[in-house]
C-alpha cells in the first residue's frame, strides 16, 4: 500500500460551542510567532533518541566474527565456498538494520510552518520492517500517524521518515508505537497524536507456535485523542476506515 494522506475538516466537526478539539491555552501551547525551528530538540537519552555522536559506530569485524561463530556453533562449515562470505552479509544488513540507533529522528520535525488548519493531519500505510529485540527476526507492517496541529504543521513526508528511522533498531512493537507518538508530541506540541502500528512478527510465523497472518495491532494516544472520546473516535474512524 502507498502513503495515503487523509486530510481535511470532517463534517460537523464544530459544534455550536466550538471546535471539539479546541483545549484551553496553557504555557505549553506552541507560539505560532516562534521560528520554525523554535521547536524543542529536547528528548530523554533514555527514549533512545540521541544524536548519532553519541553513538559508537557498527563494528562490522565483531559481528563477522560472531556470525562466523554461529555458523560453526550449528554444525556448518565457515570456510566452504557458499559461507564465505556470509559474516560480512550479515554484518552489513545488521549496520543497516539498525542505523536508527545512531539517528536522531526527531530531527525531522525540526522545521514547521504556521498555518491556521485545525482539523486531523493523518498519514496512513506507512511500510515498515523493525527487528524483535528477543529473537533478531523481523516485523513489518504499516504506520498510521496522525496529529492535530496547535498553529503549527510539519512536512508530510516527515512524519514517514521519522517512522522509518524508529523501526530501525531492536526493539518490540509496544515500544516503536509509543516512541512515534512521543516523539510526535514533544516536537510539533501538537493538541493530539494517534500512532496505530499493524505488523506481523516473523518470530510467530517462521518458529515457535509458526502462525502465518497472525497480525499484531498496537496504539498511542496523546492529548485530546487519548482524553476526548468524540475526537478518539473521530482519529480511529479516520484510521481503520478511511
Same mark, same amino acid.
Do not use: W
Given at each position: 500500500?502507498? *502513503?495515503?494522506?487523509?486530510?481535511?475538516?470532517?463534517?460537523?466537526?464544530?459544534?455550536?460551542?466550538?471546535?471539539?478539539?479546541?483545549?484551553?491555552?496553557?504555557?505549553?501551547?506552541?507560539?505560532?510567532?516562534?521560528?520554525?525551528?523554535?521547536?524543542?530538540?529536547?528528548?530523554?537519552?533514555?527514549?533512545?533518541?540521541?544524536?548519532?555522536?553519541?553513538?559508537?559506530? !557498527?563494528?562490522?569485524?565483531?559481528?563477522?566474527?560472531? !556470525?562466523?561463530?554461529?555458523?560453526?556453533? *550449528?554444525?556448518?562449515?565457515?570456510?566452504?565456498?557458499?559461507?564465505?562470505?556470509?559474516?560480512?552479509?550479515?554484518?552489513?544488513?545488521?549496520? =543497516?538494520?539498525?542505523?536508527?540507533?545512531?539517528?536522531?529522528?526527531?530531527?525531522?520535525?525540526?522545521?514547521?510552518?504556521?498555518?491556521?488548519?485545525?482539523?486531523?493531519?493523518?498519514?496512513?500505510?506507512?511500510?515498515?520492517?523493525? &527487528? %524483535? =529485540?528477543?529473537?533478531?527476526?523481523?516485523?513489518?507492517?504499516?504506520?498510521?500517524?496522525?496529529?492535530?496541529?496547535?498553529?503549527? +504543521?510539519?512536512?508530510?513526508?516527515?512524519?514517514?521518515?521519522?517512522?522509518? =528511522?524508529?523501526?530501525?533498531?531492536?526493539?518490540?512493537?509496544?515500544? &516503536?508505537?509509543?516512541?512515534?507518538?512521543?516523539?510526535?508530541?514533544?516536537?510539533?506540541?501538537?493538541?493530539?497524536?494517534?500512532?496505530? +502500528?499493524?505488523? =506481523?512478527?516473523? %518470530? &510467530?510465523?517462521?518458529?515457535?507456535?509458526?502462525?502465518?497472518?497472525?497480525?499484531?495491532?498496537?496504539?498511542?494516544?496523546?492529548?485530546?485523542?487519548?482524553?476526548?472520546?468524540?475526537?478518539?473516535?473521530? *482519529? &480511529?474512524?479516520?484510521?481503520?476506515?478511511?
Amino acid at each position: 500500500m502507498s *502513503v495515503a494522506l487523509e486530510i481535511g475538516a470532517i463534517k460537523n466537526g464544530h459544534t455550536a460551542a466550538g471546535n471539539r478539539h479546541d483545549k484551553p491555552a496553557g504555557p505549553a501551547d506552541l507560539d505560532a510567532s516562534k521560528h520554525p525551528t523554535s521547536v524543542s530538540n529536547e528528548l530523554s537519552a533514555a527514549e533512545g533518541l540521541s544524536a548519532s555522536e553519541d553513538k559508537p559506530p !557498527v563494528d562490522l569485524e565483531a559481528i563477522k566474527g560472531a !556470525v562466523r561463530a554461529i555458523l560453526q556453533a *550449528v554444525g556448518e562449515d565457515p570456510d566452504r565456498e557458499g559461507l564465505l562470505e556470509t559474516p560480512r552479509r550479515v554484518a552489513k544488513m545488521y549496520a =543497516e538494520m539498525f542505523e536508527g540507533l545512531t539517528l536522531d529522528p526527531g530531527r525531522h520535525l525540526d522545521v514547521t510552518f504556521p498555518e491556521s488548519y485545525d482539523e486531523i493531519v493523518l498519514v496512513r500505510d506507512i511500510r515498515f520492517t523493525s &527487528m %524483535c =529485540e528477543h529473537h533478531l527476526l523481523p516485523f513489518s507492517g504499516v504506520a498510521h500517524v496522525a496529529y492535530l496541529p496547535n498553529g503549527r +504543521v510539519t512536512g508530510l513526508s516527515k512524519l514517514a521518515r521519522v517512522v522509518e =528511522e524508529v523501526s530501525r533498531r531492536p526493539q518490540v512493537q509496544e515500544r &516503536m508505537t509509543q516512541t512515534i507518538a512521543d516523539l510526535i508530541e514533544s516536537k510539533l506540541n501538537s493538541k493530539g497524536v494517534a500512532v496505530v +502500528v499493524q505488523a =506481523e512478527h516473523s %518470530c &510467530m510465523s517462521i518458529r515457535g507456535i509458526k502462525k502465518h497472518g497472525a497480525s499484531t495491532v498496537t496504539s498511542a494516544l496523546r492529548g485530546v485523542f487519548k482524553t476526548n472520546q468524540a475526537s478518539r473516535a473521530e *482519529v &480511529m474512524t479516520l484510521i481503520t476506515k478511511g
